[in-house]
């Protein structure tokens, strides 16, 4: 569960526990609070350190996900037509680096950094089997496209020392 704490660097409202669980359990958990999604991992790994959870607020939804030990998080076109997930994940790296992907664009995230993923198309995330935390704003896919049309596509990246990025950090 989410437990309520502070993250100077970002300011953000939430600190995500690192639990030691089995890699089904983070998958679920992962599922019920942003998407389908595949876990690879070693062969023999059916344990991990990681943590997912959902927080909402002003009628938005946060993703809280912490990773550690593990490879990759993939969203492939089996995973797309599982669940349909209709929006736009707003992914702020806060520890850690992540390698994250999407159509012809792929990005080593530091903290700070900004990516846009879209829930409606593949998506890889690389972790190197080490510590990783993300926050995912979960924006509305159709009301986006409606204000944005096709200027908006996931694997836009913002890097954390851009004004906007230390704006919205702000």
């Not at 389908?36 to 943590?51: I, P």
């Not at 996900?65 to 992914?91: P, S």
Request: glycine share 6%.
């Amino acid at each position: 569960a989410c437990e309520q704490g502070r993250n100077k660097k970002f300011g953000m409202l939430t600190e995500l526990p690192k639990t030691y669980l089995p890699i089904d359990q983070f998958q679920t958990d992962l599922r019920s609070i942003c998407a389908a999604f595949q876990l690879n991992t070693a062969r023999s790994q059916t344990m991990m350190r990681g943590a997912v959870c959902l927080e909402e607020r002003c009628g938005m939804e946060f993703a809280h996900v912490a990773v550690d030990e593990l490879q990759t998080i993939r969203r492939t076109k089996r995973e797309l037509v599982q669940d349909h997930a209709e929006h736009y994940f707003l992914i702020l790296q806060e520890e850690g680096r992540a390698l994250m992907s999407q159509r012809d664009t792929a990005r080593l995230l530091r903290p700070g950094d900004f990516i846009l993923i879209d829930s409606a198309e593949p998506s890889e995330f690389t972790y190197f089997n080490r510590h990783s935390r993300q926050l995912s704003v979960h924006l509305p896919r159709a009301e986006l496209q409606a204000r944005f049309g096709d200027v908006l596509r996931g694997g836009m990246f913002l890097s954390g020392s851009d004004h906007t990025a230390l704006g919205i950090c702000a």
